[in-house]
């Protein structure tokens, strides 16, 4: 394994913000300094817990994973060309797996991204085995593969011309709008095989949006994503998810975005409630904390058995999105948790070909 630190900066030269997402082609006078915020100094040792944003580059030994049966997610295999997240969603579920690298599933995970570097061509090598029988692969079930990195590293390019090659069917979901990017290849990969495409939108409050996605394109831009697609006749759907208790949950919030999902040309609305696993848990409850402490008591009892809300809450929630479908006229898609591994589906995504097992835990946590 390589681990090189590339520093990512925040601001331009002439202290301009970034934008999140939608990064221009590098320029040979500006590589090294792009736009996509990555730096290519000398190797330095990564430690745990410090503040520089790093990409740690590795050569993956496998790219293809497959999801044990018992994990209860619509797909047998996933494709994860990144681990960790620069999106920095307080409350993503995968945040544990940074801790299989020895980091933390805090600041780590948003700032220390492992690069697959090798992800195309190793990709088009397992397609072409004589044992891989075409099965549809889901990318975007850990983390997302249009993240900031992928300005820079340009792997999605590589993976979808591979599945477009081999004709092998596959899902995307996503919060990046750069996936625009690619919509050359996306458009040419569903002429020859079945191409499903998803953007995860919980919300469209902005406010919100600012504090809990804090390097996620804002939803309205994600729903011009759903918008494009619509143009150009490949169906799009949208994940609304997380809902999250006491922020996202009423009635009112719903049907506002609801409205918008539909406005926006979505084939259908999926809505899934916050769940909370290890590692999520601890960074959502310090953040719940810092900008919500009212709403820990809240907190504290719908997740004080586990993981999952109580099945009678997110009926209720589920009830409210499709009752604002019906009345917006969009379809319903069957629910299916496209962001969620199982715990040995996570694991053994190391990019290293390392398949360690880990068995689901009957222990349940509370959130405090």
Same mark, same amino acid.
């Given at each position: 394994?390589?681990?090189?630190?590339?520093?990512?900066?925040?601001?331009?030269? *002439?202290?301009?913000?970034?934008?999140?997402?939608?990064?221009?082609?590098?320029?040979?006078?500006?590589?090294?300094? *792009?736009?996509?915020? +990555?730096?290519?100094?000398?190797?330095?040792?990564?430690?745990?817990? $410090?503040?520089?944003?790093?990409?740690?580059?590795?050569?993956?030994?496998?790219? !293809?994973?497959? =999801?044990?049966?018992? @994990?209860?997610?619509?797909?047998?295999?996933? +494709?994860?060309?990144?681990?960790?997240?620069?999106?920095?969603?307080?409350?993503?579920?995968?945040?544990?797996?940074?801790?299989?690298?020895?980091?933390?599933?805090?600041?780590?995970?948003?700032?220390?991204? =492992?690069?697959?570097?090798?992800?195309?061509?190793?990709? &088009?090598?397992?397609?072409?085995?004589?044992?891989?029988?075409?099965?549809?692969?889901?990318?975007?079930?850990?983390?997302?593969?249009?993240?900031?990195?992928?300005?820079?590293?340009?792997?999605?390019?590589?993976?979808?011309?591979?599945?477009?090659?081999?004709?092998?069917?596959?899902? !995307?979901?996503?919060?990046?709008? +750069? !996936? #625009?990017?690619?919509?050359? #290849?996306?458009?040419?990969?569903?002429?020859?095989?079945?191409?499903?495409?998803?953007?995860?939108?919980?919300? !469209?409050?902005?406010?919100?949006?600012? $504090?809990?996605?804090? %390097?996620?394109? @804002?939803?309205?831009?994600?729903?011009?994503? =759903?918008?494009?697609?619509?143009?150009?006749?490949?169906?799009?759907?949208?994940?609304?998810?997380?809902?999250?208790?006491?922020?996202?949950?009423?009635?009112?919030?719903?049907?506002?975005?609801?409205?918008?999902?539909? &406005?926006?040309?979505?084939?259908?609305?999926?809505? #899934?409630?916050?769940?909370? &696993?290890?590692?999520?848990?601890?960074?959502?409850?310090?953040?719940?904390? &810092?900008?919500?402490?009212?709403?820990?008591?809240?907190?504290?009892? #719908?997740?004080?058995? /586990?993981?999952?809300?109580?099945?009678?809450?997110?009926?209720?929630?589920?009830?409210?999105?499709?009752?604002?479908?019906?009345?917006? /006229?969009?379809? $319903?898609?069957?629910?299916?948790?496209?962001?969620?591994?199982?715990?040995?589906?996570?694991?053994?995504?190391? %990019? $290293? *070909?390392?398949?360690?097992?880990?068995?689901?835990?009957?222990?349940?946590?509370?959130?405090?």
């Amino acid at each position: 394994m390589r681990w090189e630190g590339q520093r990512v900066t925040g601001v331009h030269a *002439g202290g301009v913000p970034e934008l999140p997402l939608d990064l221009p082609e590098e320029r040979d006078s500006e590589r090294g300094t *792009g736009r996509a915020g +990555l730096r290519l100094p000398d190797p330095v040792p990564i430690e745990a817990g $410090t503040a520089e944003t790093y990409a740690i580059e590795i050569t993956a030994k496998s790219i !293809i994973n497959r =999801v044990p049966g018992s @994990s209860g997610v619509p797909f047998e295999w996933t +494709l994860n060309p990144y681990r960790g997240c620069g999106h920095a969603c307080r409350y993503c579920f995968a945040r544990n797996t940074h801790t299989y690298l020895d980091l933390d599933s805090g600041h780590d995970f948003d700032s220390k991204v =492992v690069v697959k570097v090798n992800a195309g061509s190793l990709l &088009r090598r397992e397609l072409a085995a004589p044992r891989w029988t075409g099965e549809s692969i889901a990318m975007g079930t850990n983390t997302d593969p249009y993240q900031r990195a992928e300005g820079h590293y340009r792997l999605m390019r590589e993976i979808l011309a591979a599945l477009r090659d081999a004709a092998n069917p596959f899902s !995307i979901l996503t919060k990046g709008t +750069l !996936i #625009l990017r690619d919509l050359d #290849l996306l458009r040419e990969a569903a002429e020859r095989t079945r191409v499903s495409v998803a953007v995860s939108v919980g919300s !469209i409050d902005e406010a919100l949006w600012r $504090t809990v996605e804090p %390097g996620a394109p @804002s939803p309205l831009r994600r729903l011009d994503v =759903v918008r494009r697609f619509a143009e150009v006749g490949i169906g799009c759907t949208v994940l609304m998810a997380p809902i999250l208790p006491g922020l996202s949950d009423s009635a009112e919030r719903i049907e506002h975005t609801v409205a918008a999902i539909a &406005r926006a040309g979505a084939e259908s609305v999926t809505p #899934l409630v916050l769940h909370l &696993r290890p590692g999520a848990r601890e960074w959502y409850h310090a953040w719940l904390q &810092r900008e919500h402490p009212e709403l820990l008591p809240l907190y504290e009892r #719908l997740y004080r058995h /586990g993981a999952y809300a109580p099945k009678a809450y997110q009926r209720r929630v589920a009830e409210m999105v499709r009752s604002a479908e019906q009345r917006h /006229g969009l379809g $319903t898609a069957a629910a299916a948790n496209f962001r969620e591994g199982s715990p040995e589906e996570q694991r053994s995504d190391t %990019g $290293t *070909g390392t398949r360690n097992e880990c068995a689901r835990s009957s222990e349940q946590l509370t959130l405090f």
